[in-house]
């Protein structure tokens, strides 16, 4: 059987990047231009020292969320790809590369969703034990889910969803 494209892996926190952020947020806002209002480096690679996987999450807030083909073709060109659009959470979700090099999670910026993911980074980035915590438990579930992404999503909703709670 060949390897999977796309495996999750944990590795240790990499000082490059939030200059890797720092890129890429140039990128969109060029690409996305008057379409976006903020623009956010997000999840555990925003939190110094957290082990993560290799994926620069990225956060665009908008004042609207618009049908996903007025992002494609302005984010198309970056290398973006349009995955799926989460109408419970109300996010538009694109990845860029293969293997996936970039997420990027488009919200409407006044919406609960899009608080709950600076929370959770801020959280992280404030409380060494529980960032020390997440990253061990994200590395239990990619040994145990290396090749399954929703189980390994499914794996750390409870924990996540615990954190958020905090902010109700």
């Given at each position: 059987?060949?390897?999977?494209?796309?495996?999750?892996?944990?590795?240790?926190?990499?000082?490059a990047w939030?200059?890797?952020?720092?890129?890429?947020?140039?990128?969109?806002?060029?690409?996305?231009?008057?379409?976006?209002?903020?623009?956010?480096?997000?999840?555990?690679?925003?939190?110094?020292?957290?082990?993560?996987?290799?994926i620069v999450?990225?956060?665009?807030?908008?004042?609207?969320?618009?049908?996903?083909?007025?992002?494609?073709?302005?984010?198309?060109?970056?290398?973006?790809?349009?995955?799926?659009?989460?109408?419970?959470?109300?996010?538009?979700?694109?990845?860029?590369?293969?293997?996936?090099?970039?997420?990027?999670?488009?919200?409407?910026?006044?919406?609960?969703?899009?608080?709950?993911?600076?929370?959770?980074?801020?959280?992280?980035?404030?409380?060494?034990?529980?960032?020390?915590?997440?990253?061990?438990?994200?590395?239990?579930?990619?040994?145990?889910?290396?090749?399954?992404?929703?189980?390994?999503?499914?794996?750390?909703?409870?924990?996540?969803?615990?954190?958020?709670?905090?902010?109700?």
């Open positions: 059987m060949p390897p999977h494209p796309d495996p999750i892996v944990i590795v240790p926190y990499d000082p939030p200059k890797v952020y720092k890129r890429e947020k140039k990128i969109l806002t060029e690409a996305l231009g008057s379409l976006v209002l903020s623009i956010h480096h997000i999840g555990s690679t925003a939190v110094p020292g957290l082990s993560a996987k290799p999450d990225i956060l665009a807030g908008v004042p609207t969320l618009l049908p996903p083909s007025a992002y494609e073709e302005r984010l198309h060109p970056c290398g973006y790809v349009f995955q799926f659009h989460d109408r419970e959470e109300g996010r538009l979700f694109f990845r860029k590369g293969m293997p996936r090099t970039h997420h990027l999670h488009i919200m409407e910026q006044d919406s609960k969703g899009f608080r709950h993911h600076l929370f959770f980074r801020d959280f992280l980035r404030l409380n060494p034990d529980a960032a020390n915590e997440y990253a061990e438990l994200k590395r239990r579930l990619a040994q145990r889910f290396r090749e399954d992404r929703p189980a390994y999503v499914s794996g750390k909703a409870e924990w996540i969803r615990h954190i958020l709670s905090l902010v109700q």
